[in-house]
């Protein structure tokens, strides 16, 4: 089961920037980025951003042209690079990972990081 921690979160006003980066314990095959979403716990989190072991990216239509993921896939690392911040994107972001050499596993969760944008 692999560890996933995040960090980078914070608050910043309307129009700036923030990169989150989520490391992990082990190796990694697909990851991506996810938000709590509005009003719940227990929803299904929302997918903002995934990147496949070779680099696929797929956004999700709310942030494209203001979020970039990137990986290193020597150290085991996914980035969010968030600009162009709105408020709406006001959410705890979760990074979730597959372990590159356990097929058939199921994937892992990191602890959440707080994004705030203010107005």
């Known amino acids: 089961q692999l560890t996933l921690v995040e960090s980078g979160g914070g608050l910043v006003q309307a129009g700036g920037s923030l990169r989150l980066s989520c490391r992990a314990s082990g190796k990694i095959n697909f990851a991506g980025w996810y938000r709590q979403g509005r009003g719940s716990l227990g929803k299904t989190r929302e997918m903002v951003a995934t990147i496949s072991r070779v680099g696929d990216t797929n956004y999700a239509d709310s942030v494209k042209g203001r979020f970039v993921i990137s990986r290193d896939n020597s150290e085991n690392t996914v980035e969010l690079q968030m600009n162009s911040l709105k408020p709406e994107d006001t959410d705890i972001y979760f990074c979730?990972?597959?372990?590159?050499?356990?097929?058939?596993?199921?994937?892992?969760w990191g602890q959440g990081t707080q994004v705030t944008v203010s107005s």
């Open positions: 979730n990972a597959y372990p590159l050499f356990s097929p058939g596993s199921m994937s892992s």
